[in-house]
């Protein structure tokens, strides 16, 4: 079992729409969660940290339940330039990534 | 210093050839991580330095890699007799130890390719 699981998608959606994306982690003793966003052939870049009280920036919104060992990213209000994959990474002590869920927002 | 720096952002090379890249780090980091992706992958974990020890090797890091950082500034990986399942983008990151809720900041990238 990986040690971060998000469905690949890819996700398609319209300008304007909402899009969530759900990742679960399989180490309780992780210490800090992000959310990162990858470009197609570039780095990946750290879009936002999360955390248990939930956090928004701007059209984003983050969420952890660590109960459940579950993370969530909201995007509202979709644009073009949201297309990109997303990254839900845990920290134990080093970044573990998930595979990556992919979104394609269409005009 | 703006960010973390790496080269050669391209590589192609022949099987069974020795390939090394370097990274350079933020200049106040003081821990460097390696991490190679493949396509439709998320970025996997190598191997990671704090000043010039190697705190952690992964088991994907198999005998044919080593790296160091000798002066705890930049780092190099060697890949030596390169297979083909080694192309791959390698990315290197690099934070503060200690700093766990400031995630990684990362460097563009060395795409291998194995022909």
């Known amino acids: 079992r990986k040690e971060v699981e998000q469905d690949p998608g890819p996700f398609n959606v319209p300008e304007g729409a909402t899009v969530a994306f759900n990742c679960t982690y399989s180490?309780?003793?992780?210490?800090?969660f992000f959310w990162y966003r990858q470009d197609c052939r570039k780095e990946p870049k750290l879009l936002m940290s999360v955390y248990s009280s939930g956090n928004e920036d701007g059209r984003f919104t983050a969420q952890l339940n660590r109960a459940s060992q579950y993370i969530s990213l909201l995007i509202r209000d979709s644009k073009l330039s949201d297309s990109a994959t997303y990254l839900c990474v845990v920290n134990t002590d080093k970044l573990i990534f998930g595979t990556g869920t992919r979104l394609q927002v269409f005009p | 210093d703006t960010g973390v720096s790496q080269d050669p952002r391209h590589k192609i090379t022949k099987r069974g050839q020795n390939v090394t890249f370097r990274c350079d780090p933020i200049?106040?980091?003081?821990?460097l991580y390696w991490y190679r992706q493949t396509l439709g992958q998320g970025p996997e974990f190598l191997t990671y330095?704090?000043?010039?020890?190697?705190?952690?090797k992964s088991r994907l890091l198999s005998d044919r890699f080593s790296a160091e950082r000798p002066k705890g500034s930049f780092s190099t990986l060697e890949i030596q007799r390169t297979e083909q399942g080694d192309s791959a983008m390698y990315l290197c990151?690099?934070?503060?130890?200690?700093?766990?809720?400031?995630?990684?900041?990362f460097g563009s990238g060395t795409r291998l390719t194995v022909v």
């Open positions: 200049s106040e980091h003081n821990r």
């Open positions: 990151a690099s934070s503060l130890a200690g700093d766990s809720f400031e995630g990684y900041t």
């Open positions: 180490n309780s003793a992780s210490q800090s």
């Open positions: 330095f704090q000043n010039e020890a190697q705190l952690e």
